[in-house]
């Protein structure tokens, strides 16, 4: 089991990004709530890691945080919940949100995610009650964590067209062309794809 890797960011373009580690690249994807918490292209990164494997593929995920990835792992036990509607999750909230909702029975905020309907947000509020590792969930600040971190990060190498990298990445979190390019459509031109990306989750839970 590979549970951790750190070396080099040699390509980030949400949901994937590829660490290299003594030569050896390494294929991870990951939310976008860890995409937004990683260095520039180029630098040193740290990140925790769980590995899926299948009959057709090895699948390895990557977490900015430990907490991020024990939320993970307790969300694929939820049935009815893969690893694509975990990220996806993950994406739209972080570890602190989540906990926030399963706590106050928030089913209106669980579905406004992609690929979360009524029925699957009253079963990850059932079922997540009793499955919560042993954190609080304060861990993290919502979203004026990603706000600073990604304020604070450093730019990446330049993208051909941040607008159309922030709709491709939504898209494969789960959300349908027509609501990615809605999402986006009033938020600031100028930004980076992850600024971007960010808005449009911002505005889309807001809404």
């Given amino acids: 089991m590979i549970g951790r890797l750190r070396g080099t960011l040699v390509e980030k373009q949400p949901p994937w990004l590829v660490v290299d580690v003594a030569g050896v690249g ?4 990951a939310s976008l709530t860890t995409q937004m918490a990683l260095p520039a292209v180029g630098d040193t ?3 925790h890691t769980h590995l899926s494997i299948r009959d057709d593929a090895h699948l ?4 900015a945080r430990g907490q991020e990835r024990e939320l993970f792992r307790a969300l694929i036990k939820v049935n009815g919940v893969g690893p694509k509607l975990a990220l996806a999750i993950l994406s739209g909230m972080d570890e602190a949100a989540f906990v926030r909702c399963v ?3 928030d089913i209106k905020s669980l579905t406004r995610l992609p690929g979360v309907g009524k029925k699957t947000a009253e079963r990850l509020i059932i079922e997540m009650r009793d499955r919560f590792p042993h954190w609080t969930g304060d861990e993290g600040g919502g979203l ?3 706000e600073a971190a990604a304020a604070g990060q450093s730019s990446a190498a330049p993208q051909s067209d941040p ?3 922030a709709e491709a990445a939504l898209v494969a979190l789960g959300y349908k062309p027509a609501e990615a390019a809605k999402m ?4 600031e031109r100028g930004l980076s794809t992850e600024a971007l990306i960010k808005a449009a989750l911002t505005r889309k839970l807001a809404g």
Avoid: P, Q
């Fill in 103 to 105: 706590r106050e029975d």
């Fill in 184 to 187: 986006l459509a009033g938020c």
């Fill in 45 to 47: 990164v740290s990140l």
């Fill in 144 to 146: 004026e964590a990603l």
């Fill in 163 to 165: 607008l159309a990298d």
């Fill in 26 to 29: 390494y294929e991870l994807e």
């Fill in 60 to 63: 390895l995920y990557g977490f």
